[in-house]
C-alpha cells in the first residue's frame, strides 16, 4: 500500500485535498442554535421598538410595559417552537432564504393568529393597541428577514474558508461504503469533506470508492486522526458482521470523533437513536466529548479564569522565580513533553524543583518522598503545587485546560509497565485537552502512582470526568483543589 496519503477526494479526475479551515472551525449546531436565539431577540426587539414608538407617545405609561412584555416574549417562544416543528432550524435550509422566509411567515401568521384567538377569547383584547400589534408585525418580518439575508452572506463567507465543513472518514471499501461516499459528496449544503475510505482487506477492494481513495487500513486511519484534525468517522459494513464492527469501535474508540455505523441500506422505517450525517441515515456510537456548545464554554472557561488566573499570581510566580534561582543553578522553568490531547505530544511548563543535573526529562523515574534529587524550594513548591502554575500558559495557548486529566509524562510507568500498557483504556483520556487539575486529583489520587490498581482507579476517576462534564462539575474542581493543596496529601 502506498504511504498515507491526505489528499483524498476526487473531482473531474483530479485529486483535491479537504478544505482546510481558515481559522477555528464553527459547529453547525451551535450556528443553529444561536439562530433561535437571535429569532427571540429579534422579535423582542421589534416589540420594544413598537411599544416605545407607537404606544409610549399616546399613552405616555410605563406601567402597561408588563402586559405588552408578556404578550411578546410568549410570542418568541411559540414562533421558536413552530418553527422548529417546520424544520427551518436545520443548518442545511438556514442559508436558503426563499425557504426560509416561506416558513417564518407561515410561523410568525400562526404564532400571531394564536395570540389574537386567546385575547379574543379571553376578553383582553381590548389592552393592547391595535396599531402596536400591527406595527410589531411588520417589525418582526422584516428583523428577521434582515438576519437571514445576513446568515446567509455569513454562512457563505464561513463555507469558503472552510469553517463549516466535516471532515468524515469512511470504514468499508465494498458495496455500501460506495453508496455512502457517493451520498455524502451530492449532500448539497451539508460542507462535508470526506477524508478518505479505509478497510482492512486491502487486497479484495478498489483503489478508488466513488471517487475516493482507499488509504488504508483501519491502523492508517488512527495514524490519520491522530495527525489531522478529523470529526467523524462512518462504518459502513453489512450489520450481520457484527465481530467486524465490535472489532473496529474497539480500535476506534480512544478518537475524539464522533464514531457512527451506516444503516442507510437497511430502509427508512422510523427507529430511536438514529442521527444523520448529510443525508445518510447512521447509529451513534459515541460522541466526541466537548463539543458544540460544550467546546465553545470549556474554551471561554479557560481562556477567561485562565488570564485571571495568570494575573493573580503573576507577582507569586516572579518571586517564585527570584526563589529558584537563588536555591540552586539552573533555569527557572522546567520543560517536558507529555501527552496532550489526541495522544499529540505537548510541551508542558513547569518551576524547576530539581538539581540540573539530577533530573528526569522524560518521567520514568518516580518521585518518592525525601526524594534527593529535589531542592529546598522544590520540596515547597511540589508541596503545594506551586510548581504547576506556569502551566498557565499552556492553557492560554490552548495546549491544556484549568480541569481535565493530568498530562502525563511519555515514559510514566503505573508500577514497573508504561501507563498505557497497564490500563487497557488509558488512551480514552487524552480525547479532551489535559487539565491543571482533575477529578482524579481531588478524590486523593494526586502525586506518585507507584501500583496499577492506583493506575486504574486514576483512569477510571479522569474517564468518569469526560463523561460527566459540566461547568459546574468544573467550577466544584477548582474549589477541591483549593482544599486538597492545603492538605499537602501525597505531594512530594
Not at 389574537?116 to 389592552?127: E, H, R
Amino acid at each position: 500500500m502506498d504511504k498515507l496519503v491526505r489528499g483524498t477526494i476526487l473531482d473531474s479526475g483530479v485529486l483535491r485535498e479537504p478544505r482546510r479551515a481558515v481559522g477555528r472551525k464553527i459547529s453547525q449546531d451551535v450556528v443553529a442554535e444561536t439562530v433561535q436565539l437571535l429569532d427571540v431577540m429579534a422579535i423582542v426587539l421589534a416589540g420594544t421598538i413598537a411599544f416605545a414608538f407607537y404606544v409610549m407617545p399616546i399613552v405616555g405609561d410605563l406601567s402597561l410595559s408588563e402586559g405588552y412584555g408578556f404578550i411578546v416574549i410568549l410570542a418568541s417562544i411559540l414562533f421558536v417552537f413552530v418553527l422548529r416543528k417546520l424544520g427551518a432550524y436545520k443548518f442545511r435550509r438556514l442559508s436558503q432564504v426563499g425557504w426560509q422566509l416561506s416558513r417564518v411567515t407561515l410561523a410568525w401568521s400562526a404564532t400571531f393568529a394564536a395570540l389574537t384567538t386567546v385575547a379574543f377569547l379571553a376578553k383582553i383584547a381590548d389592552i393592547y393597541s391595535r396599531g402596536w400589534a400591527v406595527t410589531w408585525a411588520i417589525l418582526v418580518i422584516a428583523n428577521i428577514t434582515l438576519l437571514r439575508l445576513g446568515l446567509r452572506s455569513l454562512v457563505r463567507h464561513w463555507a469558503q474558508q472552510g469553517r463549516l465543513s466535516r471532515t468524515v472518514a469512511v470504514v468499508g471499501a465494498g458495496e455500501l461504503g460506495e453508496h455512502l461516499v457517493a451520498k455524502l459528496r451530492t449532500d448539497d449544503g451539508e460542507h462535508i469533506d470526506i477524508a478518505g475510505v479505509f478497510d482492512d482487506r486491502l487486497n479484495r477492494v478498489p483503489s478508488y470508492v466513488a471517487g475516493c481513495r482507499v488509504l488504508g487500513t483501519t491502523c492508517d486511519l488512527v495514524e490519520l486522526a491522530r495527525s489531522a484534525p478529523m470529526d467523524e468517522i462512518i462504518i459502513a459494513l453489512p450489520l450481520r458482521a457484527e465481530g467486524r464492527i465490535a472489532d473496529i469501535i474497539a480500535k476506534l474508540r480512544p478518537l475524539p470523533v464522533d464514531l457512527r455505523v451506516s444503516i442507510d441500506q437497511i430502509g427508512s422505517f422510523p427507529m430511536r437513536g438514529i442521527g444523520e450525517t448529510g443525508s445518510a441515515r447512521t447509529i451513534e456510537i459515541f460522541d466526541r466529548p466537548l463539543k458544540d456548545w460544550g467546546g465553545v464554554v470549556k474554551w471561554l472557561e479557560d481562556q477567561i479564569l485562565g488570564a485571571l488566573c495568570l494575573g493573580l499570581f503573576a507577582p507569586l510566580m516572579a518571586l517564585i522565580a527570584l526563589a529558584i534561582r537563588l536555591d540552586s543553578k539552573g533555569p527557572v522553568f522546567f520543560l517536558q513533553d507529555r501527552f496532550g490531547f489526541n495522544n499529540k505530544t505537548i510541551r508542558v511548563f513547569k518551576f524547576r524543583t530539581m538539581y540540573v543535573d539530577k533530573g528526569d526529562q522524560t518521567g520514568t523515574i518516580r518521585t518518592v518522598a525525601g526524594d534527593p534529587r529535589v531542592t529546598r524550594i522544590g520540596r515547597f513548591l511540589r508541596k503545594f503545587s506551586l510548581d504547576e502554575l506556569p502551566q498557565l500558559m499552556n492553557v492560554l495557548r490552548g495546549e491544556m485546560s484549568l480541569v481535565g486529566p493530568r498530562p502525563h509524562a511519555l515514559g510514566m510507568r503505573a508500577g514497573e509497565r508504561l501507563y498505557d500498557d497497564a490500563v487497557s483504556d488509558y488512551f480514552l483520556r487524552h480525547r479532551v485537552r489535559p487539565g491543571m487539575t482533575g477529578w482524579a486529583q481531588v478524590n486523593g489520587l494526586r502525586g506518585e502512582i507507584d501500583t496499577l490498581v492506583k493506575a486504574r482507579q486514576r483512569v477510571s476517576y479522569d474517564l468518569y470526568y469526560i463523561d460527566h462534564w459540566s461547568l459546574w462539575l468544573d467550577v466544584k474542581i477548582l474549589l477541591l483543589t483549593a482544599i486538597t493543596i492545603f492538605r499537602k496529601q501525597n505531594a512530594y
